[in-house]
């Protein structure tokens, strides 16, 4: 309903001025992160599916022999925020700790059955929610999108009056 407190951001960068703002990419990217954010929250929540919880299982389902420490690595997270959270999907019954044939030291995360099943759910929904919030762009926008960010993401950006 208009007026609620949750119109209360969008009705703000709406009418302020944020022209001080808008040649920032580090606001540009928060302020579409803040949209892409509801828009998972909104498609996963039958799900009881977080962000982090997600990008563990994709990561999981793609790499069969990984294990706690590469998860952590590529989604930067701490060793301990890693291994709370991978309690929690162990206890929701999608993914096991396994320990590895080859070093006995080591151990790997693998999926469940559930955990095999809700990834297919997960990609399905995956597949089609963020069209509407970028319906703007054009498929050939959407990956040049996708393509600079994880250019930003990786890190190799030149520091400032450097190109990099």
Same mark, same amino acid.
């Given at each position: 309903?208009?007026?609620?407190?949750?119109?209360?951001?969008? +009705? +703000?960068?709406?009418?302020?001025?944020?022209?001080?703002?808008?040649?920032?990419?580090?606001?540009? +990217?928060?302020?579409?992160?803040?949209?892409?954010?509801? !828009? #998972?929250?909104?498609?996963?929540?039958?799900?009881?599916?977080?962000? !982090?919880? #997600?990008?563990?299982?994709?990561?999981?389902?793609?790499?069969?022999?990984?294990?706690?420490?590469?998860?952590?690595?590529?989604?930067?997270?701490?060793?301990?925020?890693?291994?709370?959270?991978?309690?929690?999907?162990?206890?929701?019954?999608?993914?096991?700790? !396994?320990?590895?044939?080859?070093?006995?030291?080591?151990?790997?995360?693998?999926?469940?059955?559930?955990?095999?099943?809700?990834?297919?759910?997960?990609?399905?929904?995956?597949?089609?929610?963020?069209?509407?919030?970028?319906?703007?762009?054009? +498929?050939?926008?959407?990956?040049?999108?996708?393509?600079?960010?994880?250019?930003?993401?990786?890190?190799?950006?030149?520091?400032?009056?450097?190109?990099?």
């Amino acid at each position: 309903m208009p007026g609620s407190a949750s119109d209360a951001p969008k +009705a +703000a960068a709406d009418t302020l001025d944020q022209s001080r703002l808008n040649h920032l990419v580090g606001y540009a +990217a928060t302020r579409a992160s803040i949209t892409m954010k509801r !828009v #998972f929250a909104r498609n996963f929540e039958p799900l009881d599916l977080k962000v !982090v919880e #997600f990008s563990i299982l994709m990561l999981v389902a793609a790499n069969p022999q990984v294990n706690q420490k590469q998860l952590g690595e590529a989604l930067d997270i701490s060793a301990p925020n890693m291994a709370v959270t991978l309690d929690r999907l162990v206890e929701r019954g999608w993914v096991e700790r !396994v320990r590895s044939t080859k070093d006995r030291r080591a151990m790997h995360i693998h999926l469940t059955p559930q955990g095999v099943e809700l990834v297919a759910r997960a990609e399905k929904i995956a597949a089609t929610m963020e069209s509407p919030a970028l319906r703007a762009l054009s +498929a050939a926008e959407r990956a040049l999108l996708i393509e600079l960010l994880m250019k930003v993401a990786s890190g190799k950006v030149g520091k400032v009056g450097k190109r990099g």
